[in-house]
């Protein structure tokens, strides 16, 4: 069983205790419309995409814990898929945006996460990526609990993550949002360059 599997039952406590939610950054850094189909990649419990489904047509949260997925299917308003992100069952071009808050640096294959929301985005589709940053005294303090309580993750900083996305063709922006977090903002162009 993963960590998540068995954080699962109490995920939700410490994240609203700690103030890690961020569902009105998402909903404004994407200009979300009732007619968006979204996907909320790495979605956990499903508590942000319960928070988003009211200003869309369609949420889904796409996780590969199963307990994790389980929270999220006591919210009627949002849909839920078990997979791992790097390789989803969505058809191309399907949804209107993407979002991946504090879980890029748990799913560690960053090229292959990014090649799979260009894939999967529309034409024009917005992508919003919350994730921590490890410079400074917090930022290293994260790095420390995740590497030593949850697995190896794999940091991302700000200008790669800029980087990352306009090698598939998502071009955006990041910047610093707290004192241990960063927000990338994308859109995806219309061609691939690759
Ligand atoms: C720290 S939680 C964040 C959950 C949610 N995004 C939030 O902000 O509360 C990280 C999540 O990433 C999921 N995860 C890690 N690697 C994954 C992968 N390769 N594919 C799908 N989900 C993954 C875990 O199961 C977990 O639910």
């Known amino acids: 069983m993963s960590f998540f599997d068995n954080v699962a039952p109490v995920y939700d406590l410490g994240m609203s205790a700690l103030g890690m939610y961020k569902h009105q950054l998402i909903i404004e850094s994407l200009e979300l419309k009732k007619s968006d189909v979204v996907l909320d990649l790495a979605g956990g419990t499903g508590f942000i995409a319960s928070r988003i489904a009211p200003f869309v047509k369609k949420v889904v949260v796409a996780d590969m814990s199963k307990k994790m997925l389980q929270k ?3 919210y ?7 997979t791992d992100a790097v390789k989803t069952p969505f058809d191309d071009n399907y949804f209107d945006a993407v979002y991946c808050t504090d879980a890029l640096h748990h799913i560690k294959r960053h090229n292959e996460a990014a090649a799979e929301i260009y894939r999967i985005l529309k034409p024009n589709g917005r992508i919003a990526v919350i994730d921590f940053k490890t410079t400074g005294f917090f930022g290293k303090a994260i790095k420390w ?3 030593t309580f949850v697995d190896d993750s794999v940091f991302i900083s700000p200008t790669e993550i800029v980087q990352l996305f306009a090698a598939y063709n998502i071009i955006g922006s990041a910047k610093s949002i707290s004192r241990m977090e ?8 219309e061609k691939n360059k690759k």
């Open 145 to 147: 609990v995740e590497h």
């Open 76 to 82: 009627s308003t949002i849909e839920t898929c078990y």
């Open 182 to 189: 960063f927000l990338f903002k994308g859109v995806k162009m």
């Open 72 to 74: 999220a299917s006591r």
